[in-house]
């Protein structure tokens, strides 16, 4: 079940969607899941592997890739470590993470800040 | 050229969605609906702050809505989004009262939470060996069922919190001694807890401490809440349950149910529960947050105060306060062995002793119990 899209995807040549970079990154996945499932610690560290050399702007593309080949477990891991990444990270570490500009009006943020002072203490140094 | 990899525009909402949701921490959620006004939209249009709060919440599955009072209006409401609309109106007023409700929920200022005792299924020797007994950690006095011959008969303890909007933790119980003959003591075999409402606004008048009639528990109250069973120790020290999540109780009132008699009285054969101290972990969310409870639906309106300030007892850290406890109650305990010896074991001559002692002792403690 894991494999259709997986089959479809290596059958259909015109495929866009996933760039082979991508593709060698998310389809090894599901093998590694099975051999080490068992141990959680082991599959911590090799997603932490993974990932330690992945741009923000590829987990993108990934998450793009495992949605395509409806790759579940593939898609919960990359969804969680974007969580991750930005877990007590400040608003402007965040915006950079996601290539973002600020769209409010001058005082509009202001407020924000004011009305939840209490959310933008204590996040990691930048 | 940073590459710009907005989530928003790129991928299925049902994807940001999945990001989102494993954010548990309330603050990074408001962060992140600070980015910018499409990521504040999609945090307000999806109900994140709702979502996060039931799932540490389930009982808020009762809010028909919610409200907010002494909100201060500007002269045109901000536009909040790209269509104001009632509709949205509403969701946006969500997103702002559950976002206080999971920070303040999260954060770890515990008290003692209850406000006053309420009844006891039976108690012995009215007014005596009342159920108020419970409420002072350091006196030599406690509470006690009436004598049963069937250990299987349960007794509860009712309670009323400090306000009706709650966050407990847990729920600490100290079984009784007795020091008459080899220390016997009188718990459960397991203890359960039940949080909820009463009935009606006046059903709590019918059902007061002061009545040698226990109240009809069910009759008078609406639980929500019920916890698992916990099995009690037989030892006489300050035992602590710890629910397995903290749990909000609405409407103020806590029952404990104790089950299963474990010791029988040398003297009639009768089996007894006695309780010395009680003391329920927590922390009110009054007057930041109130509710109002609509019948006969059983749902209830959560009302932010938003001028509401919270007022921060001066908590003690957890250990500390238990440590406390258990020393006044071993206090407590020396006293009444004390009185034993000098009286060769006479039971009523000892009651006669503390009820006349009580006072002077009432108020040392609770200078002590201050402290």
């Known amino acids: 079940m894991k494999f259709c899209t997986v089959k479809q995807y290596f059958d259909d040549e015109n495929n866009n969607n996933v760039t082979n970079g991508i593709a060698t990154t998310v389809i090894p996945l599901p093998n590694k899941h099975l051999k080490i499932k068992a141990n959680n610690k ?20 990934l998450i ?25 990270k400040s608003v402007d570490y965040v915006r950079k993470f996601f290539g973002l500009e600020s769209d409010f009006e001058p005082g509009e943020e202001e407020k924000l800040c004011k009305e939840f002072a209490w959310s933008f203490e204590g996040v990691d140094e930048d | 050229m940073e590459v710009c990899i907005d989530f928003l525009n790129w991928l299925d909402p049902d994807i940001s969605v999945q990001i989102l949701m494993y954010l548990e921490d309330p603050s990074d959620l408001v962060r992140v609906s600070s980015l910018s006004r499409s990521w504040r939209d999609f945090v307000i249009a999806n109900g994140f702050f709702k979502h996060l709060c039931l799932r540490m919440f389930p009982q808020l599955s009762r809010v028909a809505r919610v409200m907010e009072l002494n909100k201060c209006r500007a002269k045109k409401p901000v536009e909040v989004g790209s269509s104001y609309s009632m509709e949205w109106e509403s969701l946006a007023r969500d997103h702002r009262v559950y976002a206080t409700l999971a920070q303040v929920c999260t954060s770890f200022i515990i008290e003692d939470c209850i406000s006053e005792a309420i009844s006891a299924s039976s108690t012995d020797h009215y007014p005596n060996e009342s159920i108020h007994n419970t409420l002072v950690p350091w006196r030599a006095s406690y509470w006690s069922s009436k004598g049963q011959s069937n250990p299987a008969e349960p007794e509860t303890l009712i309670y009323k919190l400090k306000s009706e909007f709650c966050v407990i933790t847990e729920i600490n119980i100290c079984p009784d001694h007795e020091l008459i003959s080899s220390w016997h003591i009188y718990s459960s075999n397991s203890v359960r807890f039940r949080m909820g409402h009463p009935k009606g606004p006046n059903d709590l008048g019918s059902c007061h401490l002061g ?26 020290c300050l035992q602590k349950f710890r629910l397995p999540e903290p749990v909000l109780c609405i409407g103020g009132i806590l029952q404990i149910e104790l089950l299963g008699r474990a010791q029988r009285h040398e003297m009639d054969g009768l089996f007894y ?54 020393d006044q109650l071993q206090r407590g305990f020396r006293y009444r062995q004390h009185l034993v010896n000098i009286l060769g074991g006479n039971e009523y001559a000892v009651e006669f002793i503390d009820e006349y002692e009580s006072g002077e002792e009432e108020d040392e403690a609770e200078v002590e119990y201050a402290l």
Request: aromatic fraction near 12%.
């Open chain 1, 42 to 61: 082991e599959m911590e560290q090799y997603e932490q592997e993974l990932l330690r050399n992945v741009m923000p702007q590829e987990l993108t593309k």
């Open chain 2, 211 to 236: 009545d040698s009639l226990p109240c009809n528990a069910d009759d008078t109250f609406i639980w929500t809440y019920t916890s698992p069973e916990f099995p009690m120790a037989q030892e006489g």
């Open chain 2, 273 to 326: 529960i006695c309780i010395s101290y009680v003391q329920v972990v927590g922390r009110s969310l009054s007057p930041t947050f109130c509710v109002e409870i609509l019948e006969p639906s059983g749902t209830f309106v959560l009302k932010n105060d938003t001028q509401g300030k919270f007022y921060t007892p001066p908590s003690l850290p957890k250990n500390e306060a238990h440590e406390i406890s258990d």
């Open chain 1, 64 to 88: 793009l890739a495992a949605n395509y080949l409806n790759f579940k477990e593939a898609l919960d891991f990359f969804c969680r470590t974007v969580a991750n990444a930005i877990q007590n």
